[in-house]
DNA sequence: GTCCTTAATGTAAGCGCTTACATTTTGAGT
DNA sequence: ACTCAAAATGTAAGCGCTTACATTAAGGAC
């Protein structure tokens, strides 16, 4: 069926039927009122490849995570997704496996098939910083969700998520509660993780403490299942040699689920010998027993900024100036974190670990 | 960059770049290196709308889903975008927020894409049955993966993912370990929740056993996070009331964290005291102190095999019968379940319990 | 050199729409 | 009944590609 069809069959030209479709109110009610007739009886659904051609609108957006399995990557999506459904247009979904190369490959992709406008999380760095990204923006309206302070100012419409300040919050709050020194467990490797490391770092030598870099646990693989295992495993050992100070931070909720059952295994009470927060605000972190605080970084938040941006830019067409949307992380304090005790010594404590506490 | 801009500058014919891009052996070497040359200097590509309008094939599939964050659903789409990438098609994703006319609405969508190919999800059981689906699958390739046993004998291409099995075993396992009932903790709506239920009862009447519907707990929510509270409130309560068995399944992992959860704070020791098993086998099995026993429902194998049919299909074009695939879930046997203990009575069991058990 | 087959390229007709512009209808104003 | 602007519709030119068919070039065989 194409709309020659419905043309002959409604006894109008092609160009009625497709004001009938498109701008209604131009056609004569009665006119009208025959060629839909026609049309809902033939089901006839007008070719969207035609119409972009003409129109050089695909009503389509290109999103583009690195992983398609991360609770944190599809809420952002699914709350997009809810906008864009509001606003008529489809979304391409693919994901990268954080390869640049693919990344760079998608978004040609994207271009290709004239998607109006593309969103891209956590973009490679490597990408954005040989103007990739920016040539990319000018041909069409493209939004960065992303944790990375440095590109903040470029003329780019950027989703922000304030990590640093995610981080801030929980020093504020264990260092509030009366701990000395708090540790950090994170990945091996990978943005999001030197964010908060750095950004903990900076709070400590903002109040002249001393970073001491043996509180940094690091696990080979954080970002999987595997984490939890491994994290559980990382903390136990350091509980047990004296080595872990009376709170700690888990870069995200996997890895304190673990610190969480290593505590539980030696045979600490959290949080009352032991607190832990932790990071994404996940199902994991109401799950167990003891429900864990954590820092929510509004994913919904983010996804429906990322939204906005894209419809506005799409919208406005042109001379609008790009805008960075920042997002601030909340910390959704649960039951896993306490004053230490006073009366007991931090967990294991050892002669050394107890010197290092005054250092 | 059109087309014709890459011919001009090349000194060919539109045909001449088309081939170059399409069929390049059909041109000899030197010329084909002038025009790549050409290409490639301007990073020209294909508009693949009009590619489309002349092919009649978009290089993309639809994939229509319940919602967006949930592991289950992201764990097939993973394995399909995947299994996509190298086939060259990209992935149109929407979600139906389980709303039968949004599903339509979706794939008529999809359908004025002229998309090559459509899988659904989790399809409503409204619009099986009113033939559509079956009416949309004479006009392309489309694969349903679902649990619907009804649905197997249909002539549509589709995955089926044999719930029933997996409760078979889940039974097997538990009365072979020596139970002599099993609990079944569920959400009070949803085709997902009917099907084990039915599949618990079927197991139970061919073996002549009794089916006691008060060992059937039903939560007001099981899918969202709400799911666990809700679930640790119910089994907390049947614990207190002595109407808990010495064996409980839950419908999924949510549920099933929930009762562990209760039983833990009732003073119960897993599985000594009670045994509990899950199902989706997603990572809040893994993620506690005590690790769940759960069904995997293989979602990864669902997901390349929906796109292998469907790429069969598109391969094959017209004439190839329709297949149908079946996936065998399988019990994670961890340590959540063991047999109860014969010196023990059932968790505080009541006299009248314990009369129950030999009904 | 001529003839003929095969390889290489060009020409032009669409694919199914939208839309600028041209033409015809309609109806208020006189 | 007659004008004339406004409303309704039609005509046809593309949008940027692919591909059937036509044409030209290349290279053996004689």
Redesign the pocket.
């Known amino acids: 069926?194409?709309?020659?069809d419905i043309a002959l069959e409604a006894?109008?030209?092609?160009?009625?039927v497709?004001?009938v479709?498109?701008n209604p109110d131009?056609?004569?009610p009665?006119?009208r009122e025959r060629v839909l007739e026609v049309v809902r009886r033939h089901e006839y659904t007008?070719?969207s490849l035609?119409?972009g051609?003409?129109?050089k609108k695909s009503k389509t957006v290109g999103v583009l995570i690195i992983s398609i399995t991360n609770a944190y990557y599809m809420e952002i999506t699914e709350a997009m997704q809810r906008r864009f459904r509001d606003a008529g247009l489809m979304m391409l979904l693919a994901a990268t496996d954080d390869r640049p190369e693919l990344e760079r490959a998608y978004i040609r992709e994207f271009a290709a098939r004239r998607a109006d406008g593309i969103i891209v999380i956590d973009a490679s760095e490597e990408n954005f910083s040989d103007g990739f990204f920016a040539r990319e923006a000018t041909r069409r309206p493209l939004v960065l969700i992303h944790s990375n302070a440095a590109i903040t100012a470029s003329p780019l419409d950027q989703v922000y998520v304030d990590q640093r300040l995610g981080m801030r919050r929980v020093m504020d709050y264990l260092v509030g509660l009366g701990h000395r020194e708090v540790a950090l467990l994170r990945g091996e490797r990978g943005f999001s993780y030197d964010v908060k490391e750095a950004a903990r770092a900076k709070w400590l030598s903002e109040r002249g403490l001393p970073e001491r870099p043996e509180l940094v646990f690091r696990i080979a693989d954080g970002n999987t299942e595997d984490a939890i295992p491994l994290a559980e495993e990382a903390v136990g050992a350091a509980i047990r040699e004296g080595r872990l100070p009376s709170a700690l931070f888990a870069c995200n909720d996997l890895m304190a689920r673990g610190a969480v059952n290593a505590a539980t295994k030696a045979g600490l009470r959290i949080p009352e010998d032991l607190s832990i927060i932790g990071h994404d605000d996940t199902i994991l972190a109401v799950s167990g027993r003891i429900q864990l605080s954590s820092v929510d970084l509004k994913m919904r938040s983010v996804g429906a900024a990322a939204a906005e941006l894209l419809l506005s830019a799409l919208h406005d067409e042109g001379s609008r100036p790009p805008r960075t949307v920042r997002i601030e992380p909340e910390l959704v304090i649960r039951d896993s974190a306490a004053p230490p005790s006073p009366h007991t010594a931090p967990p294991h404590a050892t002669p050394s670990h107890a010197t290092n506490l005054h250092a």
Chains 1, 2 share one sequence.
């Open positions: 069926m194409r709309i020659e006894g109008v030209s092609t160009a009625t497709s004001r479709l498109n131009l056609v004569k009665q006119t007008p070719n035609a119409r051609l003409m129109t």
